[in-house]
Structure formats: C-alpha cells, structure tokens
C-alpha cells in the first residue's frame, strides 16, 4: 500500500496503549480480543476513504491516498471511543502521522526508506497525539 500512495497521500503509525495491561490481568485471548476489537472498529471507521494495516504486536498504521490527517485522527479517535465501549476501558492509542512528499525521498528509492523516512517524520513532527479513553 506504500509503494502505491500519492505524493500528497498520508500515513499514520498507531501504537495501541493498554495492550500490556489486558495481558498482564486477564490473559492472553483478552489481549488479543482487543488487537481485533481496535482492528475491527478502525477499519469500519475508516471505510473506503483510508485503509488500516496491522503490523504487528501492538502497532498499526492507516494509509490515506488523500492526506486527510484531521479526517485519519478523528476516526482513530472515535474507533478508541468505540473501545471503551466495548469493554476496554483501559486502551487507547498514541500514534503520528507524515504525508508522503514530507519524506524528499527520490522516486526511485526503495519503500523501505521510505517508510522509514515516513516513521521519524511522523514522529519529529509534532503532531504526535495520544488517545485514551476516559474512565
């Protein structure tokens, strides 16, 4: 999905928070309810207009070929929301985002770079933003 976003396209990188907590307390499978609980809610949010990866353990990242950063945030916000809805009061996320031409990677380069370009910019850029739910 990388090697395909537009210039002006967007990842965002997603740490789940809280992952260690359920666990830790109530095993294993609760755990992992709540790996597919956030997948489940976060691709239903986001629909056709941006797609949701997971790329293991406890982190995700969301491509948009549009670059609608607000747009990605307040959807991982309201799949976070949905969360505690669904019995995990105790989960959020912390997550960053970067554009694509954010990267001054040649086209040619290889996506590795580019990912990796994309995950420092999202990163240093400020914008890193922390979800959590409130209880």
């Not at 830790?24 to 755990?31: I, M, S």
């Not at 850029?125 to 959590?132: E, H, N």
């Amino acid at each position: 999905a990388i090697e395909t976003l537009p210039q002006h396209g967007s990842l965002t990188f997603i740490d789940m928070d809280g992952l260690k907590f359920y666990n830790d307390r109530f095993g294993h499978e609760r755990g992992d309810e709540l790996l597919r609980t956030f997948a489940r809610h976060l691709s239903e949010r986001l629909g056709v207009k941006a797609q949701a990866h997971r790329l293991g353990g406890d982190e995700f990242a969301i491509t948009c070929e549009y670059g609608d950063v607000t747009w990605v945030e307040s959807m991982l916000t309201q799949a976070v929301e949905d969360l505690g809805d669904s019995g995990f009061k105790f989960a959020g996320a912390s997550s960053g985002s970067a554009h694509v031409h954010e990267t001054r990677i040649k086209e040619n380069s290889s996506t590795w770079p580019i990912v990796e370009c994309m995950k420092i910019s999202a990163a240093t850029s400020g914008a890193v933003m922390k979800i959590r739910n409130q209880f």
